[in-house]
């Protein structure tokens, strides 16, 4: 018998829903609340009610949220104590003293996490060595009498190689105060002394944070009868909520990596593979999928702060439905970062919102139609839309709300090409080998221009495009990382020395995933030539052959950086081993019925006004091809086919749009 299964992920606008039960797909889209856990319990049960199953019928229930994304860009978190040692308690401030604006003069950076008053320092000492100098148990007992905070964050220098002196600090910190404690070896074991302070900080902040909210989410799916719901890491992976409660900082991005994980199902035969283009209400996503396998990466940064544990490599930028459009100081017209969120939201939700948003410029140019209903059963105010659009027309001086929703397009579809450009041409790709994957509840309407923009001639756009991240869920592997340094040269790296530190780190991951025998182990290194900064990755033999290695980088690095130097020593800098028990996407299967055109609407395009067809999504017929202008609306997003582009559906319910870029 089939498995009912449930995938429910928290945007900033709208919570998505996904139900596979008895192999049909069933989706539900509820504004997100407050509290993320009551819209959750919200979006179940309309998403139940339509599949016709009951909460208790559930077999497993996987979860993203902005939890921690949000608490750590609104600086919303856990008040937090730093824990260091003596003479770098400032570590944090000094940062890597790179600026965010090269030329501006005024450009401070982010203002730290953990404040002076709060960070402690320590009378210990380790060198890559060993310990030169204990800790002294009293003065951390001591310490901890002066500490009043909700969570502490411990960071000593050199303790990715020695933890010895902070696992007793922590331990002992743990014995003493009623709060979390989060330990950098435990966080993450590597060198680079801002960054890995910087991320235990991260995870000491969002500890209560992360715990409180799955506390709450537990409480409301028990009284339902629902099951534990399992979370997407930033990894891409799924875990159980144990094992994030305790690495909390691995929630960072959850939501993002899910729809990755779902685009990646969808990648064409024939392409170099697809880019990943998520608008939701709040922020675009985009990145790359190769081969079936996400872009990961362990160099990110939230709100400013470095956040460095391995991630789906996802660019974001602030353009989404709800972001707000205005004009600035100079009279240009500006769209985002900021959001009207889902409550007001837009103009044209009829909730007291005014401000002319980008869903109210789609409105307006006839991408969506007055009678058609968004996540909730939500319907539109035209009148509401046009009365803010005519507001920014006089303002940026434009000749009306039609001249205005055109500007306000154009200016979000400039900022979300440079982001496909940032994970694609400024990385070495050229993105007309890719097809470009579409969805969140705006990506279908801004996919073909896009896509012209940056001469890719095919997009896809998934049958659950609306809520995709709820359903990559579904499809999710478990994966579980860990990673450890240790500074060598290839030519000085014995085969004893590190099979034991790879058996190590297996162990470790080993301990986390739920049923071991069934992993998978990929062994991976951090490699440089000597005298560089920065590390490539790559895969590691077993057992550990040095010469293949160093191969293995000197071809990595041609294709990242275009030359090789077989000469130069290669310097091994980080070992990692990551645990994936695989997943299984649910069968799709989609058979359209009846008449699709359901009627006409005018549109506006790059060519003027048209009359434009509106079609059906669960009645398009398969392999027929639609000419554009057209316009598909299927309940949680709606897909625009512009002039010159044509439209077809597949067996499995997912629109191919081929333009002649």
Same mark, same amino acid.
């Given at each position: ?11 900033? $606008? ?8 008895? &192999? ?28 016709? /199953? ?29 824990? #260091? ?25 982010? $203002? ?15 060198? #890559? ?150 608008? &939701? ?49 100079? &009279?240009?017209?500006? /769209? ?17 919102? #005014? ?16 009678? $058609? ?111 450890? $340094? ?113 009627? #006409? ?6 060519? &003027? ?53």
């Amino acid at each position: 018998m089939d498995e009912t299964l449930l995938g429910v992920d928290v945007g900033g $606008t709208f919570t998505d829903v996904v139900v596979v039960a008895d &192999g049909r797909l069933t989706t539900a889209k509820v504004p997100t609340t407050a509290d993320q856990s009551e819209g959750v319990l919200d979006g179940v049960e309309r998403a139940c009610d339509r599949a016709g /199953v009951g909460a208790t019928a559930v077999d497993r229930f996987r979860h993203a949220t902005t939890v921690a994304v949000n608490a750590m860009l609104e600086r919303s978190g856990a008040t937090t104590a730093l824990v #260091t040692t003596e003479g770098f308690a400032d570590v944090l401030a000094i940062g890597r003293q790179d600026r965010p604006s090269l030329y501006d003069l005024d450009a401070r950076g982010p $203002t730290p996490l953990v404040p002076a008053a709060r960070r402690y320092e320590l009378d210990e000492r380790a060198t #890559t060595d060993g310990i030169e100098r204990s800790v002294d148990p009293d003065e951390v007992r001591a310490l901890a009498t002066e500490i009043d905070a909700d969570a502490v964050a411990v960071a000593f220098l050199h303790a990715y190689a020695h933890p010895e002196n902070e696992r007793r600090a922590a331990s002992i910190l743990r014995s003493e105060l009623d709060v979390p404690v989060s330990a950098s070896h435990e966080v993450l074991s590597e060198f680079r002394e801002y960054e890995r302070t910087a991320t235990t900080v991260a995870d000491a902040v969002l500890t209560p944070v992360v715990d409180d909210y799955l506390d709450r989410l537990a409480d409301r799916a028990t009284d339902r009868g629902l099951p534990a719901p399992r979370v997407m890491q930033a990894n891409g992976g799924i875990a159980d909520p144990a094992t994030v409660r305790e690495r909390a900082v691995t929630t960072v991005m959850s939501g993002p990596a899910a729809g990755v994980v779902g685009a990646a199902a969808f990648e064409p035969d024939d392409a170099d593979g697809v880019i990943t283009f998520d608008m &939701g209400g709040t922020s675009s996503d985009v990145s790359l999928v190769r081969d079936g396998s996400v872009e990961r990466t362990t160099e990110a940064a939230v709100g400013g702060h470095p956040i460095r544990i391995p991630m789906v490599d996802v660019e974001t930028v602030g353009a989404g439905g709800g972001s707000i459009a205005s004009v600035d100081a100079g &009279g240009a017209l500006r /769209v985002g970062p900021a959001s009207a969120g889902a409550d007001p939201g837009p103009a044209c939700y009829g909730r007291g919102g #005014t401000e002319p948003t980008v869903t109210d410029a789609a409105l307006v140019l006839g991408y969506l139609g007055p009678d $058609t209903t968004l996540g909730a059963d939500l319907g539109l105010d035209a009148d509401a839309a046009v009365a803010a659009l005519d507001d920014l027309a006089t303002a940026a001086d434009l000749d009306g709300p039609v001249d205005a929703a055109r500007g306000v397009f154009r200016v979000a579809n400039a900022t979300m090409t440079r982001a496909i450009r940032g994970v694609t041409t400024e990385r070495g790709h050229d993105p007309r080998r890719f097809a470009l994957a579409a969805f969140g509840g705006a990506g279908p309407m801004h996919a073909a221009p896009l896509a012209d923009r940056l001469g890719v001639d095919r997009v896809v756009v998934p049958r659950a495009s609306g809520v995709l991240s709820a359903f990559g869920l579904l499809a999710a592997a478990e994966h579980h990382d860990a990673v450890r $340094t240790h500074r060598t040269t290839l030519g000085d790296a014995t085969r004893a020395t590190i099979e034991d530190l790879y058996e190590d780190l297996r162990d470790r991951v080993r301990a986390d995933v739920s049923d071991p025998g069934a992993a998978t182990y990929r062994r991976q290194a951090d490699l440089r030539y000597v005298g560089q900064s920065h590390e490539l990755t790559v895969d590691v033999s077993e057992p550990f052959r040095p010469a293949d290695l160093r191969e293995r980088f000197h071809a990595a690095h041609e294709r990242a950086r275009d030359y090789r130097l077989d000469d130069e020593p290669v310097e091994l800098v980080n070992c990692r081993v990551t645990a994936t028990i695989e997943g299984t996407a649910p069968e799709r299967s989609f058979e359209g019925s009846g008449e699709p055109r359901v009627g #006409t609407r005018d549109a506006v395009f790059d060519d &003027g006004r048209r009359e434009t067809a509106i079609y059906d999504w669960p009645a398009l017929v398969p392999e027929r091809a639609i000419d554009g202008p057209a316009i598909v609306e299927g309940g949680e997003s709606t897909v625009v086919c512009p002039p010159g582009w044509t439209l077809v559906v597949d067996d499995e319910g997912t629109i191919r749009l081929e333009g002649s870029a």
